[in-house]
């Protein structure tokens, strides 16, 4: 069985042809889970298209899938939604975001807070816990997992749910 990342290179022209973006792909002992973006958001018809191509595609290609029988599930990323690479990073400069880290960093391993900056090397966070205390550095190889938050409250009165952008955020890495 391939990794996620060759199931990744494959499925990514493909998606991308039809108007959509490979958000995630995650692979386990028996679900191939590929998540999809598009400006405006999927729907159910662009949900279905995309299932209907990655599956065709992994018909072909059998040393992507695991072994045996699998199940393929195709979705979009969500509102709340997993960041693992420095572009997912900077899509949300300027929002909070949660991160769960390997070791402990500044004396925890769970950080919440306003993503600041995203660097070649990893992120800067300003802690919910102490926004006027240092800053929260974070490799990118301690994150075993972030994820960004949505306001539920403020969604529920119709404002923005996880908008990003910030005056404040900067990207590091060009």
């Given at each position: 069985?391939?990794?996620?990342?060759?199931?990744?290179?494959?499925?990514?022209?493909?998606?991308?042809?039809?108007g959509?973006?490979?958000?995630?792909?995650?692979?386990?002992?028996?679900?191939?889970?590929v998540?999809?973006?598009?400006?405006?958001?999927?729907?159910?018809?662009?949900l279905?298209?995309?299932?209907?191509?990655?599956?065709?595609?992994?018909?072909?290609?059998?040393?992507?899938?695991?072994?045996?029988?699998?199940?393929?599930?195709?979705?979009?990323?969500?509102?709340?939604?997993?960041?693992?690479?420095?572009?997912?990073?900077?899509?949300?400069?300027?929002?909070?975001?949660?991160?769960?880290?390997?070791?402990?960093?500044?004396?925890?391993?769970?950080?919440?807070?306003?993503?600041?900056?995203?660097?070649?090397?990893?992120?800067?966070?300003?802690?919910?816990?102490?926004?006027?205390?240092?800053?929260?550095?974070?490799?990118?190889?301690?994150?075993?997992?972030?994820?960004?938050?949505?306001?539920?409250?403020?969604?529920?009165?119709?404002?923005?749910?996880?908008?990003?952008?910030?005056?404040?955020?900067?990207d590091?890495?060009?």
């Open positions: 069985m391939a990794t996620a990342a060759d199931l990744r290179a494959v499925a990514e022209p493909v998606l991308a042809a039809a959509l973006e490979l958000w995630d792909v995650e692979v386990s002992h028996d679900v191939v889970r998540l999809i973006e598009r400006s405006g958001g999927v729907d159910l018809d662009a279905g298209a995309a299932s209907e191509a990655i599956s065709a595609l992994l018909d072909g290609h059998d040393e992507l899938v695991p072994d045996h029988a699998y199940h393929l599930e195709v979705s979009s990323p969500g509102l709340e939604r997993t960041l693992r690479t420095p572009e997912h990073f900077r899509r949300y400069l300027g929002t909070t975001v949660t991160a769960k880290t390997s070791v402990p960093v500044g004396g925890a391993r769970r950080h919440r807070g306003v993503l600041r900056s995203v660097g070649h090397d990893g992120i800067e966070l300003v802690s919910d816990a102490d926004p006027t205390g240092p800053p929260i550095l974070l490799a990118y190889d301690q994150i075993t997992r972030a994820a960004t938050v949505v306001d539920w409250e403020l969604a529920l009165k119709g404002g923005a749910a996880a908008a990003p952008g910030d005056t404040e955020a900067k590091l890495s060009r």
